[in-house]
């Protein structure tokens, strides 16, 4: 099983501030195979990022993933307050499917 | 616009099964790939299976196999998911959500999910 680990837990930042989320995986998954969720309290999660790098549907740009091989990362320019969520990449390269653990976003 | 739809919140006893569904509105059940994944406070999300439109049939995760099944009933455009055997650590919120397959792999809809507490 593919386990991908999410750095840091939380962050605690203002609005207007840039991040940077990463996602390490146990093993090499390919590019086309990494996606990025966002989740804020008492949703479901929603889709931000395939490919490790395509923008979903709707999503705005200062949202922009990138990697490859084990390390893949989501960086959010310019946060804005909606921003402050939950973040969890997941894997789609074996079975089982698998998530990180999360990342949480706070203001 | 295709929307999910899942049933109301259960309460069950250790040992009996619970029965989750997932309306589908929008597409007929036959054009979209259904799965399934669930939310722990301790575990986070967890990929339970669904259908697999390159194998056309359902797969399941391996920890999965066995104790859940997951059905469809095109008729009805509803997707259900049966857990057996309930534990306490099968307390979690349940969602069903739409497998895109064609280059990339996600889940681009989710239904809101369902909470299933199971508690003597």
């Known amino acids: 099983e593919i386990v991908l680990t999410q750095s840091p837990g939380t962050l605690s930042l203002s609005p207007g501030e840039t991040t940077t989320l990463s996602c390490r995986a146990s093993?090499?998954?390919?590019?086309?195979?990494l996606v990025w969720y966002q989740q804020k309290p008492g949703q479901a999660p929603r889709l931000l990022i395939y490919?490790?790098?395509t923008r979903a549907t709707g999503i705005p740009a200062r949202f922009s993933g990138f990697g490859s091989g084990t390390d893949f990362t989501l960086t959010i320019s310019r946060l804005e307050p909606e921003d402050f969520a939950v973040y969890f990449c997941?894997?789609?390269?074996?079975?089982?499917?698998?998530f990180g653990q999360g990342t949480t976003v706070e203001i | 616009q295709v929307q999910l739809v899942q049933s109301g919140a259960e309460v069950k006893k250790p040992g009996a099964s619970v029965r989750v569904s997932c309306k589908v509105s929008?597409?007929?059940?036959?054009?979209?790939?259904i799965h399934w994944v669930r939310q722990t406070p301790a575990k986070g999300l967890e990929w339970m299976g669904g259908?697999?439109?390159?194998?056309?049939?359902?797969i399941y995760a391996q920890k999965f196999q066995g104790r859940v099944t997951l059905t469809e009933d095109t008729s009805t455009h509803t997707a259900y998911m049966e857990v057996t055997g309930l534990r306490s650590e099968d307390t979690a919120v349940y969602y069903c959500?739409?497998?895109?397959?064609?280059?990339?792999?996600?889940?681009?809809?989710w239904g809101q999910g369902t909470p299933v507490t199971v508690s003597s």
């Open positions: 959500a739409i497998l895109r397959s064609a280059i990339y792999y996600y889940f681009d809809s």
């Open positions: 929008g597409y007929t059940l036959t054009e979209l790939s």
């Open positions: 259908y697999d439109p390159e194998e056309g049939e359902i």
């Open positions: 093993q090499s998954v390919s590019g086309s195979n």
């Open positions: 490919g490790a790098s």
């Open positions: 997941q894997q789609y390269e074996n079975s089982p499917w698998t």
